[in-house]
């Protein structure tokens, strides 16, 4: 692995860029990755986007980093390429929408034939290019920040191009967003790290709020849901990463006799009536439902939650160039301990709750055909001739290649 490098952890799959070029790897058990492609188009990639399990993948070189390409890996073949006013910060897929984000822009793009359908001009200063698009493509809902001094959270409908709504999620600035599967629910951190909300899309109502900390602030790398959007998991650049149960906490029904800690409940609920609201706040907030602890510090780092050999797991990808894969208990939560690891690292001691795996340093060369190509830049919008049509748009679809739409993604710039 090299310098400047992107990982992208995409349900069973992962997208790594480096200075060679980028590759792709399918994660389908806890103690190995299949190299399944290696592109060399363009050296040293930093944003590298692949369409859930197709073949569709947007990449993105620091040697051009205004352009975007967009590759058919399997067939070999370039299907565009466009450039735009300034740096590309991130790109968001699903299967309707193509978002590129700059630091003071948005590019809507229609999947299908890659025209461009909206631009969203003078958005607040994004230095880090944060955005969410929601992997639903009915809901296809794209969120970014809506002010640069406040947590302020734009909601906008990229099907129907059209602002939704507001959000007034943190007093600080954005640090990380993600949508759940279905598009119905959003969760933000902000940068001072300590709290994470859950809000309903496209109400814009808070649903749950979660205190990841109370001791220091932290800045929150990654945020993921499960696939049914019952767990949520956050890391940050300290060694712990937390996983929330989103659960809903119902009163005691009619006849039951209430337990000690619904008493204690109903005690705090009604002293905190009286209480400054910031205490108040505090006193409403849940804590992590399982962590985990691991054993590096300070290293860039982001997590998924998945399923992997019918089980389901927490991926975490290090900067130092390693997926660490953990069991989680949806049950009683707790600490998850990882024990062993297939590349011979010490490891603290402790339950085998998962394996770590590392990244292979060479992987099989693909060959790399002269395709379609247009430099005319994002306002020319029809780019992709009519032969990539004779299967279907793009051949998005063929042999299968969508996983389920429970899918969850994230991303890391780092320095592997």
Request: with cysteine; net charge neutral.
């Amino acid at each position: 692995m090299c310098n400047n490098s992107w990982v992208s952890v995409c349900f069973r799959s992962l997208s790594v860029g480096t200075k060679s070029g980028y590759r792709l790897f399918s994660v389908t058990s806890v103690d190995k990755m299949d190299c399944i492609h290696e592109g060399a188009e363009c050296p040293d990639v930093y944003i590298v986007e692949r369409l859930f399990s197709s073949s569709l993948v947007a990449v993105v070189s620091l040697s051009m980093p205004r352009r975007m390409n967009v590759y058919h890996f399997k067939r070999g073949t370039e299907i565009c390429n466009y450039s735009y006013s300034n740096n590309i910060l991130s790109v968001r897929l699903n299967r309707q929408r193509l978002v590129v984000c700059l630091e003071e822009s948005v590019y809507i793009h229609n999947i299908k034939d890659m025209k461009l359908l909206k631009t969203l001009l003078n958005t607040p200063h994004n230095p880090s290019g944060l955005c969410a698009l929601s992997v639903n493509h009915g809901n296809s809902y794209l969120a970014y920040p809506g002010s640069q001094t406040i947590g302020e959270i734009m909601v906008y409908d990229t099907n129907n191009l059209s602002k939704v709504t507001m959000i007034p999620a943190h007093d600080s600035p954005l640090a990380a967003l993600t949508f759940n599967a279905s598009g119905t629910k959003l969760a933000s951190a902000s940068e001072r790290g300590t709290v994470i909300r859950v809000f309903t899309i496209p109400e814009g109502q808070r649903l749950f709020e979660f205190r990841r900390g109370m001791k220091r602030y932290v800045s929150i790398s990654s945020l993921s849901f499960s696939s049914d959007a019952q767990f949520l998991c956050a890391s940050s650049n300290t060694e712990t990463v937390h996983i929330f149960k989103l659960e809903q906490h119902s009163p005691s029904r009619d006849g039951e006799s209430p337990t000690w800690g619904a008493y204690v409940g109903k005690m705090f609920t009604a002293a905190s009536t009286y209480l400054p609201s910031q205490v108040s706040d505090m006193m409403h907030q849940d804590r992590a439902f399982a962590t985990v602890r691991l054993n590096m510090f300070g290293l860039k780092n982001v997590c998924a939650l998945s399923t992997v050999q019918k089980l389901p797991r927490l991926l975490v990808a290090s900067s130092d160039g390693h997926l660490y894969i953990y069991n989680i208990d949806p049950q009683d939560g707790g600490e998850c301990v990882l024990k062993e690891s297939e590349d011979g690292r010490s490891l603290p001691p402790g339950p085998s709750y998962a394996a770590t795996v590392s990244l292979p340093s060479t992987a099989p060369s693909s060959t790399t055909l002269t395709g379609y190509s247009e430099d005319g830049g994002a306002e020319k919008g029809d780019v992709i001739p009519e032969h990539e049509f004779a299967e279907g748009p793009v051949c998005l679809d063929d042999e299968n290649e969508f996983p389920p739409r429970g899918t969850d993604r994230v991303r890391l710039i780092s320095g592997i």
